[in-house]
T-cell receptor, first 115, second 110 residues
Framework: NAGVTQTPKFQVLKTGQSMTLQCAQD?????MYWYRQDPGMGLRLIYY???????DKGEVPNGYNVSRLNKREFSLRLESAAPSQTSVYFC??????????????FGPGTRLTVL | GDSVTQMEGPVTLSEEAFLTINCTYT??????LFWYVQYPGEGLQLLLK?????DKGSNKGFEATYRKETTSFHLEKGSVQVSDSAVYFC?????????FGAGTTVTVRA
């Protein structure tokens, strides 16, 4: 099992460019998540998908869109990148959204720089 | 809303030293508590968890006890190794949402 995979690992964009970050999991998990990690701020939830066909906003959704393509894949799109979106982006998945102790499994991250 | 506060780093230790990273939380209801570890260049891995008051999570020599009365979940290890150098995140889970602390960078010197 590969677990949670993300592509690309690194990306440099110019302000105003668009791009899509890809995430896939092979654990048959129902729920998937996108986080951003900024220095001194821990991880903040951008969007999540409780199950195939549903998506919901997290703590910092502005400037992003998501697509739950199927049960395995959950993509994050930046339509018009801004320097404030320079960050490390992590995808995660879990068996279900709620439930005590339900663990989230994380991908290796995508380091994005917007110039 | 829910929040997690953990001690600021960086923390630098010698091998075999005792490590404590303090974590306190604010939450409604009965959250589950987690410690995640991030090694350089990698994603987060679950280190240990506790789902109810007085539970003790343990893994790889690390321990943390869910203390509802003090709203704390401090991480401890009795004898650290160089391989424990990483960033440690305390987190709580209420319903779907994981709330993270800012992270504590730990460096262990040989």
């Amino acid at each position: 099992n590969a677990g949670v995979t993300q592509t690309p690992k690194f990306q440099v964009l110019k302000t105003g460019q668009s791009m899509t970050l890809q995430c896939a999991q092979d654990m048959n998990h129902n729920s998937m998540y996108w986080y951003r990690q900024d220095p001194g701020m821990g991880l903040r939830l951008i969007y999540y998908s409780a199950s195939e066909g549903t998506t919901d906003k997290g703590e910092v959704p502005n400037g992003y869109n998501v697509s739950r393509l199927n049960k395995r894949e959950f993509s994050l799109r930046l339509e018009s990148a801004a320097p404030s979106q320079t960050s490390v982006y992590f995808c995660a998945s879990s068996g279900r959204t709620s439930g005590r102790g339900n663990e989230q499994f994380f991908g290796p991250g995508t380091r994005l720089t917007v110039l | 809303g829910d929040s997690v506060t953990q001690m600021e780093g960086p923390v630098t230790l010698s091998e075999e030293a005792f490590l404590t990273i303090n974590c306190t939380y604010t939450a409604t209801g009965y959250p589950s508590l987690f410690w995640y570890v991030q090694y350089p260049g990698e994603g987060l891995q679950l280190l240990l968890k506790a789902t109810k008051a007085d539970d003790k999570g343990s893994n790889k020599g690390f321990e943390a006890t869910y203390r509802k009365e003090t709203t704390s979940f401090h991480l401890e290890k009795g004898s650290v190794q160089v391989s424990d150098s990483a960033v440690y995140f305390c987190a709580l889970r209420n319903d779907y949402k994981l709330s993270f602390g800012a992270g504590t960078t730990v460096t262990v010197r040989a």
